[in-house]
């Protein structure tokens, strides 16, 4: 069945630098990927999405990649800001567009 | 102002005694669907729906019920919660086609006891 890996559980940044997370698929080869921010207690709101074909995706300080060889979708806040905190989910679609696989999360933490 | 709403936001109950958690979105979505999220566990798929009667299990249907009499509306149903029910429950809905964006509900935190 499809997977989704997010390999760290939470990140702490410095104010400002770029904050990257990793989002790893086995098992099957996603047309799209999606990312999520999701603040405590609070539902995800949906941020970016990246199709198999794109390369790299951006809006304002986030950028998205998408590497189909290495099964591997890497999220990357720039110049972070201590309101960026939250935890970030991936998630993708199975083929027919009805089941939704989402990661673990990583629950990011900008220190000011 | 679009939005998904769900019922009660916070629910104690016991072991056994039927409860239904109400999910409404006013965006004219076609797609709506349930999930739980637990600690180290994350977003899980219950049940979705692709349109009013159409209904399928998610990766843990189990102890759950719903229905989709209504465009709009998508309950969860609990015949006979028990403890490991006890979660974070959150309703989503999005468009038929396209990029699949879901938009959340606010989430029912639900303890069994």
């Known amino acids: 069945s499809q997977k989704i890996e997010q390999n760290s559980e939470a990140l702490n940044i410095q104010e400002g630098k770029t904050a990257t997370l990793t989002c790893n698929y086995t098992?099957?080869?996603?047309?799209?990927l999606q990312w999520y921010r999701q603040d405590p207690g609070r539902g995800p709101v949906f941020l970016l999405l990246i199709r198999e074909n794109e390369k790299e995706k951006r809006k304002e300080r986030l950028k998205v990649t998408f590497d189909t060889t290495l099964k591997q979708s890497l999220f990357h806040i720039t110049a972070s800001q201590p309101a960026d905190s939250a935890t970030y989910l991936c998630?993708?679609?199975?083929?027919?567009?009805?089941?939704?696989?989402f990661g673990t999360g990583t629950k990011l933490q900008v220190i000011p | 102002e679009a939005q998904v709403t769900q019922n009660p936001r916070y629910l104690i109950t016991v072991t056994g005694k039927k409860l239904t958690v109400t999910c409404s979105q006013n965006?004219?979505?076609?797609?709506m669907s349930w999930y739980r999220q637990d600690p180290g566990l994350g977003l899980r798929q219950i049940y979705y729906?692709?349109?009013?009667?159409?209904?399928d299990k998610g990766d843990v249907p189990e102890g759950y019920k719903v229905s989709r009499k209504e465009k709009r509306n998508f309950p969860l149903i609990l015949e006979s919660p028990s403890p490991n029910q006890t979660s974070l429950y959150f309703c989503?809905?999005?468009?038929?086609?396209?990029?699949?964006?879901?938009?959340f509900g606010e989430g029912s935190r639900l303890t069994v006891l």
């Open positions: 729906s692709m349109n009013v009667e159409v209904t």
């Open positions: 998630a993708s679609w199975n083929g027919g567009y009805q089941k939704v696989t």
């Open positions: 098992n099957y080869s996603p047309a799209y």
């Open positions: 965006m004219n979505h076609e797609y």
């Open positions: 989503a809905s999005r468009t038929g086609g396209g990029s699949g964006e879901l938009f």
